[in-house]
């Protein structure tokens, strides 16, 4: 889904004006490898809009909630998400500029939204701050109890190769 525009027209050439959008849409395409915000999940939030000199400055915070994988054990879960946004969209863009206004005046808060919600989403999400991961010989959830997988065996024709790495 793509969101809506919002006309600014009123805004420009009226430097100090303010006015206050609600955006409440769904957005696809937001994830990463360990992180997802649904095509499905709304994401919604109050965008304050102000006229300044350069352009319109967007400033808000957008909500909603994230289904995350754990880095270190892989479960499943989900956590509510505030991601606070300050960026300017100038009349006259150059080419250092992130976003624009469209050339009938509108303001499209999409790309914003976007970049800030998936900039937010942690790199390497965990379960909880003690998770203790899989193990690593038998794959089980450590969280669940002591792992009783036996232990490592070595290969006979390989022995040889361990007395290089003892020290002396």
Not at 16 to 30: C, F, N, Q
Not at 137 to 156: H, K, Y
Request: charged share 30%; hydrophobic share 35%; proline share 7%.
């Amino acid at each position: 889904m793509v969101m809506r525009a919002i006309d600014v027209r009123d805004l420009v050439d009226s430097p100090g004006s303010t006015k206050t959008v609600r955006v409440d849409e769904a957005v696809e395409g937001l994830h990463t490898e360990l992180a997802e915000v649904s095509g499905d999940q709304r994401l919604s939030g109050d965008l304050t809009l102000e006229s300044v000199v350069d352009g319109v400055y967007a400033t808000g915070t957008i909500r909603g909630t994230m289904a995350l994988r754990c880095a270190r054990c892989l479960k499943e879960f989900t956590q509510p998400f505030d991601v606070e946004m300050h960026e300017l969209f100038p009349l006259r863009p150059g080419p250092e500029d992130d976003y624009e206004l469209g050339e009938d005046l509108t303001l499209d808060p999409e790309q914003m939204v976007r970049d800030s919600v998936v900039l937010s989403m942690p790199f390497s999400p965990l379960c909880r701050p003690d998770c203790l991961g899989l193990c690593p010989r038998c794959g089980g959830d450590r969280n669940l109890g002591e792992c009783t997988c036996s232990e490592e065996v070595v290969d006979p024709r390989w022995a040889g190769l361990e007395q290089l790495f003892r020290d002396p």
